[in-house]
């Protein structure tokens, strides 16, 4: 009597897709999701934004191949993740901003969240989140962090998955699904891989650069839920912003 095939092998692939899908624009097969997937799919979520750095690595070489202009180059990396992301963590980003910043109270911090209208704030974090994103790749820059960056800033969301809770509301968007709910373990090796993998190519100071980072990273996710009382998705898209801006600025020669 032959056994039947392992499950486990439809399930990662569900998983990956379920990643793919959530952070990219990228046209997947269809799968049916099932509730939980997305926290399960986080671990995918580094190589998800790997495979974006990966892109735009390529771009950069080709847009220098055919002698383009430094702020050119720049412009073109920054339109293009945001294409490939379909703007939703820069999306998250601007909603953070008009909330955080706001002076009224809780309950209406939380409706501005919810609220699809840009405000001052978010169009202020906006032109400032972009404009030091062009200045960061439009001097001598390593290409390598084309690819560090976008990882790092997929692991910082998934410490805010590991270490922070979600605010309660009657309907839970995706992104809320995973806060409170990835494991230390996953944390741990996307940690290590980011911040000593590099040691080991000879970047002795990088590791306390990528350390203090994430650090900042923490220190705003718990600003966030300072205001909010807990975190939303667009926390998250947020802190994958803030993140892999400050990782880019890495990459200045």
């Known amino acids: 009597m032959e056994s039947s095939p392992p499950a486990i092998k439809p399930k990662i692939w569900r998983y990956w897709l379920v990643a793919m899908s959530f952070l990219t624009c990228i046209p997947v097969p269809k799968f049916s999701y099932q509730k939980g997937d997305l926290s399960r799919a986080a671990i995918f979520f580094p190589i998800v934004g790997g495979l974006i750095g990966i892109f735009n690595c390529g771009l950069y070489y080709f847009l220098r191949f055919i002698n383009a202009g430094n702020w050119l180059v720049a412009l073109a990396l920054v339109a293009t993740s945001l294409i490939l992301t379909r703007g939703l963590h820069l999306d998250g980003w601007a909603d953070v901003c008009d909330a955080l910043f706001s002076t009224q109270d809780l309950e209406k911090r939380r409706e501005i969240l919810k609220d699809s209208r840009l405000g001052t704030f978010g169009v202020t ?77 000879g970047w002795n100071y990088y590791p306390i650069k990528a350390a203090l980072i994430f650090f900042v990273g923490w220190l705003f996710s718990k600003m966030m839920e300072r205001g909010f009382r807990g975190l939303s998705g667009d926390a998250v898209g947020a802190i994958i912003e803030l993140v892999e801006t400050l990782f880019l600025y890495l990459g200045r020669i």
Do not use: C, D, T, Y
Request: glycine share 14%; proline share 6%; no cysteine.
């Open 125 to 201: 974090g906006v032109f400032l989140l972009l404009g030091f994103k062009i200045i960061a790749l439009g001097g001598n820059f390593q290409p390598i962090f084309l690819i560090i960056a976008p990882m790092a800033g997929r692991i910082a969301a998934l410490i805010i998955g590991g270490l922070f809770h979600p605010f309660h509301r009657e309907k839970k968007s995706l992104g809320e699904e995973f806060i409170g709910q990835i494991p230390w373990w996953v944390m741990g090796i996307w940690l290590g891989v980011i911040i000593l993998f590099p040691f080991f190519l």
